[in-house]
């Protein structure tokens, strides 16, 4: 069997190892704010992992309003969208959406936008402390004092030595 074969058929896929991150701005009820008279939020973020798993956002209350879900890189390159009917989530509660493995990297910021035709009230924002990830978060008026209720799980796919010597070792001894 030829390297070319073994590369084709294998991959380098067994060899990595995978690490989860997922970090979620999670607030009290009293520092929780509903946004209003915001059609349009900007959430900036750092990417933890070189894959984008899926958001988690926390809805208040739901409504038949239709929300646009955007993540864009630094460049303003749209990579990942999604329209979710807000009647659809469940009302005070964390709602996770799948993103299929989307890729970034890792320690570059993006962008989360939501945007609606109505205002985004069901949407949460929080005042308090929010994880390292959480950068700037904007409305189409400026900036927001707080970061936007939602979550971010991604995954880190790495090869360390040992999994390219077993690879190597492969190589040499089929």
């Given amino acids: 069997m030829s390297c070319i074969q073994i590369i084709f058929l294998h991959g380098l896929k067994p060899y990595y190892h995978y690490k989860e991150y997922a970090y979620q701005n999670d607030f009290s009820a009293d520092s929780a704010v509903a946004l209003s008279a915001v059609n349009t939020v900007t959430q900036t973020f750092v990417s933890k992992g070189n894959l984008l798993n ?3 956002i926390y809805v208040g209350d739901n409504s038949q ?4 879900i955007s993540v864009l890189n630094e460049n303003g390159k749209e990579i990942a969208v999604n329209q979710i009917v807000l009647s659809s989530l ?13 890729k970034v990297e890792r320690n570059k910021l ?9 205002c985004l009230s069901a949407l949460e924002m929080d005042s308090e402390d929010a994880p390292i990830i959480f950068k700037e978060c904007q409305s189409q008026d400026g900036v ?4 936007l209720a939602v979550g971010f799980r991604f995954t880190y796919c790495y090869l360390t030595f040992g999994s390219v010597c077993e ?7 089929l």
């Fill in 167 to 173: 690879f190597l070792a492969k190589l040499v001894f």
């Fill in 90 to 102: 469940r009302a005070g509660e964390w709602n996770q959406i799948v993103i299929d493995n989307h």
């Fill in 54 to 56: 899926s958001i988690s």
């Fill in 65 to 68: 309003q239709t929300i646009n």
């Fill in 144 to 147: 927001l004092d707080g970061t």
């Fill in 110 to 118: 993006y962008r989360l936008v939501i945007s609606s035709e109505d």
